[in-house]
């Protein structure tokens, strides 16, 4: 999966957030959201990032100090 197909994901998920970053590992694309509305550098605290599978398109929210095994 390339990642524009990542944010499309993530972005039909998230209606009313944009995409402020990405981070790429061999199984998934981390996806950093914020609020469309926003006009600030960064991102609001606690917005969510996304996580999605690179071979089977699935979408996981990531949370702050949550592990989450089988993404490397």
């Not at 990642?3 to 990405?22: F, H, Q, R, S």
């Not at 996806?31 to 089977?56: R, Y």
Request: aromatic residues 6%.
């Amino acid at each position: 999966m390339i990642l524009a197909d990542a944010i499309n994901l993530v972005l039909a998920e998230y209606p009313g957030m944009k995409a402020i970053g990405a981070a790429e590992s061999a199984d998934a694309w981390i996806i950093g959201l914020d609020f469309t509305s926003s006009t600030d550098d960064h991102p609001v605290p606690g917005t969510p990032s996304a996580a999605v599978e690179k071979h089977q398109a699935f979408c996981m929210t990531l949370f702050r100090g949550r592990k989450v095994s089988g993404i490397t």
